[in-house]
């Protein structure tokens, strides 16, 4: 019987979502948690794709299978009685064997908010405290020119190579919080997502916030293909993976 399983996670004490020797991941602590439930029997699980350290997510998705058929409910309450407090199933459905969480997926949305405003140390694992003003109106005008179907190599991974780099970005938008006007979220929609992409691309939008670069600069940086055209890597602690669509 095959599961599909949304899920969120504070990713502040992981060493990102993939399990690794040594380290504690996402991964191994649901993969942990799981093999109780399937009486001490290993079971592997496939996410929609991985999160790095100090990431978060409020809606992830990853499929595994059980030798036995359970109640969803009561396979989410169980695993929850298990998983640490920074782990949380959401919602378990019953799927078709065929189905597969990140080849059966056909976009994902990743936001990134960032604090303008007075440093606030409550926030620091949550929010980017950049904690100085940034020229938004020009960051937004910035972001229009990443939608659409590009290639995307000067904003991915240095070393990671890939046989393709085009992606879509089917939206972009920037919202201001209507309770704090020095926070703002970056939303990202798009048909999937290479490594880094989108702190690579938030990175170099604060550059162009900060008034280092200017916002159809980005035309130049998607038609060079080169990482080094782009900006700094903007740090973790602001980014989510919010949703996966099927």
């Known amino acids: 019987m095959r599961y599909l399983m949304t899920f969120s996670y504070d990713g502040t004490n992981f060493s990102g979502y993939q399990k690794q020797p040594r380290e504690r991941t996402i991964q191994s602590e649901l993969e942990k948690a799981l093999k109780e439930v399937n009486g001490n029997k290993k079971v592997e699980i496939s996410a929609s794709g991985r999160t790095d350290a100090k990431v978060h997510a409020l809606n992830q998705k990853a499929h595994f299978d059980l030798d036995k058929e359970i109640e969803e409910t009561k396979l989410a309450k169980a695993l929850n009685s298990l998983l640490p407090d920074d782990i ?35 926030e620091r694992n949550y929010v980017y405290q950049y904690n100085k003003k940034l020229d938004v109106s020009e960051i937004a005008r910035a972001m229009k020119y990443l939608e659409g179907t590009h290639n995307f190599k000067s904003f991915t991974k240095t070393d990671e190579e890939k046989d393709d780099y085009v992606r879509t970005l089917s939206q972009t938008n920037l919202i201001r919080d209507t309770k704090d006007v020095n926070k703002i979220t970056l939303v990202f929609v798009g048909t999937g997502f290479l490594r880094y992409m989108v702190r690579n691309i938030v990175g170099t939008l604060i550059e162009i916030g900060q008034g280092k670069m200017k916002s159809e600069d980005i035309i130049d940086i998607l038609n060079k ?11 973790p602690e602001g980014l989510y993976l919010k949703n996966v669509f099927y």
């Open 88 to 122: 949380y199933i959401k919602k378990i459905d019953k799927v078709s064997d065929n189905f597969h969480a990140r080849f059966s997926a056909v976009g994902k949305e990743y936001i990134y908010v960032i604090n303008m405003g007075e440093y606030n140390p409550l």
């Open 225 to 235: 293909e080169d990482r080094r055209s782009a900006g700094k890597t903007a740090n």
